[in-house]
């Protein structure tokens, strides 16, 4: 069975450090994809990234790096200088392939607070 | 592009009477949508999956006399939670899957619903 565990809960850090957000997934399905979402207060789900099981190159956008680990079935998330703004609840995401691509299993998500 | 709506934001019903959501994706056709559930402070939960055309298909759990849905076009899934209780109270968010982009889903903004 599918599982992803965001072991952290809750997150605060002062303005201008970095943080890194932990994922950690399990599936049996060899073709599977991991995405993170941020949810700001306002509720609405914004896309940050998707990947794909064969692809394990880092990636980098702006203040955000995602680091995927298929050794350890991980897929951090780190925000560098991180700001106010990225104040929010982060959850990281599993579609398998087998079971649907389109079917996406949450894990409990971290709750960023970023202290001016 | 790949906007997806949701109405009402927020709605407060009382005990016994029926709530329709609506979920739209405004700018491309989606065969699948998706509904959530989502608790306070808690991760979000599958409801079901709503194919365009045909039944929907609820996840474990899901009383799909309760809540039901139609997908009656390539823009618009409906949920309706009928009978509803104060339990029933909660955020739904829907979501739409791009064919055309894989495997990316596209989330409304939500539907706070509150049932006294």
């Known amino acids: 069975a599918q599982k992803v565990t965001q072991a952290q809960t809750e997150i605060s850090v002062v303005e201008k450090e970095d943080v890194t957000l932990d994922c950690v997934y399990e599936?049996?399905?060899?073709?599977?994809?991991l995405f993170w979402y941020k949810q700001p207060p306002s509720g609405e789900l914004v896309f940050l990234i998707r990947r794909n099981s064969f692809d394990e190159q880092n990636e980098i956008s702006g203040r955000y790096s995602w680091n995927f680990q298929k050794s350890t079935s991980s897929f951090n998330f780190t925000i560098t200088a991180s700001q106010v703004v990225d104040s929010a609840v982060y959850f990281c995401?599993?579609?398998?392939?087998?079971?649907?691509?389109?079917?996406?299993?949450f894990g409990t998500g971290t709750r960023l607070t970023v202290i001016p | 592009g790949a906007v997806v709506s949701q109405h009402p934001s927020r709605v407060i019903c009382k005990s016994g009477t029926s709530v329709k959501i609506e979920c739209r994706s405004l700018d491309f056709q989606a065969t699948t949508m998706f509904w959530y559930r989502q608790f306070p402070k808690q991760s979000l939960m599958l409801m079901a999956t709503s194919n365009e055309g045909s039944k929907a298909t609820y996840e474990q759990g899901v009383e799909k006399d309760k809540f039901l849905i139609n997908h009656a076009s390539l823009t618009l899934s409906t949920l309706t939670v009928t009978s509803a209780h104060p339990e029933d109270s909660s955020f739904y968010i829907c979501?739409?899957?791009?064919?055309?982009?894989?495997?990316?889903?596209?989330f409304g903004p939500g539907t706070r619903l509150t049932v006294t």
């Open positions: 599936t049996r399905d060899t073709t599977y994809y």
């Open positions: 995401a599993l579609s398998e392939y087998l079971s649907g691509a389109n079917n996406l299993f």
């Open positions: 979501s739409a899957g791009r064919t055309d982009r894989g495997y990316e889903q596209y």
